[in-house]
C-alpha cells in the first residue's frame, strides 16, 4: 500500500505548515543524494519527501490531496465536471519522471505577447545553505492529453464518455526536476519552458534562519563572547555555511563590535565571487561568579579606582 505524503514526512494530518517545512528539512538532510551519494535508496526516498513536501507546503495542494487522495492532480476537473472520484493516480514518483533538459531550458527571453497569459507561478522553499551550496528540487506539473477511454474506444461517438465529461481532454501529471543555482537571491525566479512555450515561474523563496541576516551576498552573524576574552583577547569560534573558522578577538573589544570576514558570505549568481561575514559581538557576563572570581574581580576594581586617581 502506497503511503500518504504525511506518512512519508513522519508527520500528522493535522501538521502546519511550520511543522511540515521543519519535517521535510530534517528528512532532506538525511537522504539527500548529495550527502549519500552510493546509495541509490537515499535518491528515490529524496525524490518522494520532496514531492509529499510539494504537494503538502502549498495550501492549494493540500486542500486537493486532502480531499482526492492520490487523484489531488485531478481535482479541478473533478470539481468542474462533476465526475466521481473513479481513477486513480498511480503514485509513482518515477513513471511520469523525465530529464529536465529534454522538456526546459533555463531562459530568461520570453515572448512579449505571451509573457502573461502563457506563464504559471509557483513558489517553493529553500534553507539559505541549500541557496549557498545550490540544490534540486521536483516539482509536478499538470498536463492536457488526449482521453485515452475516448480514444481507445469507438463506443463513445454517441454517449459522453464518462472520464471526461466528452471534453476529449484529461489531465496527467509529470514531475520535473530542475536545479536551484548556487546563489540566487531571496525570491528569485527560476523561468522554466515547455515545448508549447508556456512558461513556469518558479519564484525561490528563502525558510527563516535564526543564525545569519543576508543583505545581497553579505552574512550578518552574532557570536557570543566572554567577557574575560572581550577584556584581554582571545579567540573564538563562528559558524559559517560551509565550516566554521577561529576568529581573534584584540583585547578591549567592546560589546556590539563588528567584524568582518571577507569570502564566508553568499556567492553571487554565476560566479565564483563571494560576499563577507559580518560578525557582532556579543559580549556576554555571567549572572553568577564564584568567590574566587569575586575577590579577584574586587582586586582589580580597587587597583584600578587607585590608578584612576593617581
Known amino acids: 500500500m502506497t503511503k ?91 513513471s511520469d519522471f523525465f530529464s529536465f533538459n529534454d522538456f526546459f531550458n533555463l531562459n530568461n527571453r520570453s515572448r512579449s505577447n505571451s509573457k502573461y497569459q502563457n506563464s504559471h507561478k509557483i513558489e517553493i522553499s529553500v534553507t539559505l545553505k541549500e541557496l549557498y551550496f545550490g540544490t534540486k528540487r521536483i516539482i509536478t506539473i499538470k498536463e492536457k492529453i488526449n482521453c485515452a477511454k475516448c480514444d481507445s474506444s469507438k463506443n463513445f461517438q454517441n454517449i459522453k464518455c464518462t472520464l471526461c465529461n466528452g471534453s476529449g481532454k484529461t489531465v496527467k501529471s509529470k514531475n520535473i526536476e530542475f536545479e536551484v543555482p548556487r546563489g540566487l537571491k531571496n525570491e528569485g525566479i527560476i523561468k522554466l519552458r515547455r515545448p508549447d512555450s508556456k512558461v513556469i515561474n518558479i519564484m525561490v523563496k528563502q525558510v527563516k534562519e535564526d543564525n545569519f541576516i543576508r543583505k545581497n551576498n553579505d552574512l550578518f552573524t552574532k557570536v557570543n563572547v566572554d567577557y574575560l576574552d572581550a577584556i584581554l583577547g582571545g579567540e573564538v569560534v563562528v559558524s559559517t555555511l560551509d565550516k566554521p573558522i577561529s576568529l581573534k578577538i584584540p583585547a578591549g573589544t567592546k560589546n556590539s563590535t563588528l567584524f568582518k570576514v571577507k569570502d564566508k558570505g553568499m556567492p553571487s549568481l554565476n560566479s565564483n565571487k563571494l560576499g563577507s561575514l559580518i560578525v557582532e559581538i556579543d559580549v556576554s557576563i555571567p549572572s553568577e561568579i564564584s568567590m574566587k572570581e569575586k575577590t579577584i574581580l574586587e582586586k582589580l576594581r580597587i587597583s584600578k579606582r587607585e590608578n584612576d586617581a593617581l
Open 4 to 94: 500518504s505524503y504525511y506518512e512519508v514526512l513522519g508527520i500528522s494530518k493535522n501538521s502546519d505548515k511550520k511543522n511540515i517545512v521543519s519535517a521535510f528539512r530534517k528528512l532532506a538532510r538525511k537522504f539527500h543524494p548529495d550527502v549519500n551519494k552510493k546509495n541509490s535508496y537515499n535518491e528515490q526516498k529524496f525524490k518522494e519527501i520532496n514531492q509529499a513536501y510539494q504537494v503538502l507546503s502549498d495550501d492549494k495542494s493540500r486542500k486537493d490531496y486532502d480531499e482526492f487522495g492520490d487523484n489531488w492532480i485531478h481535482a479541478d476537473q473533478i470539481r468542474s465536471n462533476g465526475i466521481n472520484n473513479s481513477f486513480k493516480f498511480d503514485g509513482n514518483l518515477n
